[in-house]
């Protein structure tokens, strides 16, 4: 069966430090691959997707990055964090299919919830 | 107001009585899917029904769409405190769009 690893699961960041958060997929081949950022009592807004390895689309202009070195790892990044980057973030797979996001149902980590101070 | 926004943002019950949640899309959708999410955890997939189906059931669960009036209605039977959590929306439209609404957060009183 696919298994999806999200962490660390929580996190506390000074302003200004770097910030690197991985996402691992178990069980499948060239999913598609998701970052989403969930702020408190809201529903999600994607940040990135990626329909394979070396393939990011953003979604929205940030402070953010994201990576995929390996076909199952999706890794999301910042080289300076600010405090507008505090947030529940949620990485999510699916299977590759028709359109641009599959239209399959997507399955989820546990989230990294990250603070900044 | 937003794709896929659910209504009411808030629920609160008492265990045995039925659940009814309401999301309402604006553009042409491929399909509509639901989701539910405890406090402080990932969102997890219940139903995806498509643009051509009108009802889907799932266990307690029971989903429509109505495309004519672009909106979508999850009903939970029987409800259980278990059943307390967020319930999200989500529309795959033909446009290659994707949004998740707000939620509505649910409250399943024993």
């Known amino acids: 069966s696919q298994t999806i690893h999200q962490w660390p699961a929580t996190l506390v960041q000074p302003v200004g430090s770097p910030l690197s958060l991985e996402c691992t997929v178990e069980?499948?081949?060239?999913?598609?691959l998701y970052w989403y950022r969930q702020a408190a009592g809201r529903g999600l807004q994607l940040l990135f997707y990626s329909v394979g390895i070396g393939q990011i689309s953003s979604e929205v202009p940030q402070n953010l990055s994201a990576s995929r070195p390996q076909d199952r790892q999706f890794i999301l990044s910042s080289k300076k964090l600010l405090l507008s980057d505090s947030g529940f973030y949620l990485c999510?797979?699916?299977?590759?299919?028709?359109?641009?996001?599959?239209?399959?149902?997507?399955?989820f980590g546990d989230g990294t919830r990250l603070s900044i101070l | 107001s937003q794709q896929g926004e659910e209504d009411p943002q808030a629920l609160s019950i008492q265990e045995g009585e039925n659940a009814t949640m309401n999301c309402s899309y604006k553009t042409s959708i491929n399909n509509l899917q639901w989701y539910r999410q405890n406090s402080g955890r990932g969102l997890v997939h219940l139903i995806l029904i498509r643009s051509n189906e009108r009802e889907k059931h799932s266990g307690r669960l029971r989903v429509t769409l109505d495309t004519s009036k672009k909106s979508s209605s999850l009903l939970i039977t029987a409800s259980r405190a278990a059943d307390t959590a967020s319930y999200f929306c989500?529309?795959?439209?033909?446009?290659?769009?994707?949004?998740f609404g707000a939620g509505t957060r649910l409250t399943v009183k024993p």
């Open positions: 999510a797979w699916s299977e590759a299919g028709q359109g641009l996001y599959s239209n399959q149902p997507q399955h």
């Open positions: 989500a529309t795959f439209g033909r446009n290659n769009d994707m949004r």
């Open positions: 069980g499948t081949s060239n999913p598609n």
